[in-house]
């Protein structure tokens, strides 16, 4: 298990951008899969993206496709999600999640994943 930290949520205008900063509290974050889930109000939390542990391969939730990216500075021990052209849809509470074991090429489901942090509320609002 390792602690995560999320920051960066906040208020946006649709259209606009905001990136997630995902702190982990290990050094020997490279051997960590990372993924980004949101759960909107009354909603299941659901995928977002994921990226392997060198940061090579990413896969992300046809919904935010070309739209978000996600990265990781390992040396920093710390992943992104920069989130642009923002919609509406895109409110909910955006989850940082990482597990050693989980295979980045189907690991799609909470359960892959074994350690999460707080969370942070993202707004999409004019």
């Known amino acids: 298990q390792v602690q995560l930290v999320e920051s960066g949520g906040g208020l946006v205008q649709p259209g606009g951008s905001l990136r997630l900063s995902c702190a982990a509290s290990t050094r020997t974050f490279s051997n960590y899969a990372v993924g980004w889930f949101r759960q909107a109000p009354g909603k299941e939390r659901e995928f977002v993206a994921v990226?392997?542990?060198?940061?090579?391969?990413?896969s992300y939730a046809d919904s935010v496709k070309d739209r978000f990216r996600i990265s990781r500075e390992n040396a920093k021990n710390t992943a992104y999600l920069q989130m642009d052209s923002q919609k509406p849809e895109d409110t909910a509470v955006y989850y940082c999640a990482a597990d050693r074991r989980a295979m980045p090429t189907t690991a799609r489901a909470p359960s892959d994943f074994g350690s999460w942090g707080q969370g942070t509320q993202v707004t999409v609002s004019s």
């Open positions: 990226i392997s542990r060198s940061g090579v391969f990413t």
